[in-house]
T-cell receptor
Framework: GIQVEQSPPDLILQEGANSTLRCNFS?????LQWFHQNPWGQLINLFYIPSGTKQNGRLSATTVATERYSLLYISSSQTTDSGVYFCAVAVGSNYQLIWGAGTKLIIKP | DAGVIQSPRHEVTEMGQEVTLRCKPISGHDYLFWYRQTMMRGLELLIY????????DSGMPEDRFSAKMPNASFSTLKIQPSEPRDSAVYFC???????????FGQGTRLTVV
C-alpha cells in the first residue's frame, strides 16, 4: 500500500520563526489533506490540496503531485500553532485516508 | 453549518458497560467515517457509510463494535461490552463525496476503567 512519510518528526521553534513541514508519498494521490491537531485533540482542516498551491493567512501549502510530495509552510509562528501536523492521502478509488505519523511542533514564547 | 458534531466529548465507563457514541455529520454530506486514535496505532478507520449504508466495516476491531446510521443526520458507534483496551479518542468525519475534503468532529475521549 501507499506509504506516507512526514518530516521532521519533531520541531521546536521560537515564536516568530518560519517553518516548513514535508509530506512524501509513494504513489499518485487524488486526495491530500493537511490537518492540525491542537493540544486539546481537535483535528482542524488546514488544506485540501491534491495538487497546486494554496494560502490561508500565515499558512500555505504546495503539492507537487508528479514528484509525490507536499509542503506546509508556517510563517511568523505563534504559540497557538503548537500541536501535531498530519498529512493524509487517498489513492485511486480507495476512500480511505492514509495518515502520516505527524510532525510535532512546539512554538516557544 | 456547525460542522460535524459529536457527543459526548468525554466518556468514562466501567469495563463491561455499553458505550454509545453519537455523530451528526455536516448537512448534505453523503459520506460518514468513524475513526479511532490511539498513541500506539495512530488514526484508524473503523467503518464508513455512503448515503446511510455501511460500505466497509473491515476496520471494526471486534464484534463488540457496531455502527448504525438510521438517517442522513445521525450515526452511532456502540461498544458492548467495553474493555480497557477500547480507551481512545473516537472521531467522526464527513465528506461531500468519496475523495473530497473530510471534516472531523471534535472527538469523543473514551476511558474504560
Amino acid at each position: 500500500g501507499i506509504q506516507v512519510e512526514q518530516s521532521p518528526p519533531d520541531l521546536i521553534l521560537q515564536e516568530g520563526a518560519n517553518s516548513t513541514l514535508r509530506c512524501n508519498f509513494s504513489d499518485s494521490v487524488n486526495n491530500l489533506q493537511w490537518f492540525h491537531q491542537n493540544p486539546w485533540g481537535q483535528l482542524i482542516n488546514l488544506f485540501y490540496i491534491p495538487s497546486g498551491t494554496k494560502q490561508n493567512g500565515r499558512l500555505s501549502a504546495t503539492t507537487v503531485a508528479t514528484e509525490r510530495y507536499s509542503l506546509l509552510y508556517i510563517s511568523s509562528s505563534q504559540t497557538t500553532d503548537s500541536g501535531v501536523y498530519f498529512c493524509a492521502v487517498a489513492v485511486g478509488s480507495n476512500y480511505q485516508l492514509i495518515w502520516g505519523a505527524g510532525t510535532k511542533l512546539i512554538i516557544k514564547p | 453549518d456547525a460542522g460535524v458534531i459529536q457527543s459526548p466529548r468525554h466518556e468514562v465507563t466501567e469495563m463491561g458497560q455499553e458505550v454509545t457514541l453519537r455523530c451528526k455529520p455536516i448537512s448534505g454530506h453523503d459520506y460518514l467515517f468513524w475513526y479511532r486514535q490511539t498513541m500506539m496505532r495512530g488514526l484508524e478507520l473503523l467503518i464508513y457509510f455512503n448515503n446511510n449504508v455501511p460500505i466497509d466495516d473491515s476496520g471494526m476491531p471486534e464484534d463488540r463494535f457496531s455502527a448504525k446510521m438510521p438517517n442522513a443526520s445521525f450515526s452511532t458507534l456502540k461498544i458492548q461490552p467495553s474493555e480497557p483496551r477500547d480507551s481512545a479518542v473516537y472521531f467522526c468525519a464527513s465528506s461531500l463525496e468519496r475523495n473530497t475534503e473530510a471534516f472531523f468532529g471534535q472527538g469523543t475521549r473514551l476511558t474504560v476503567v
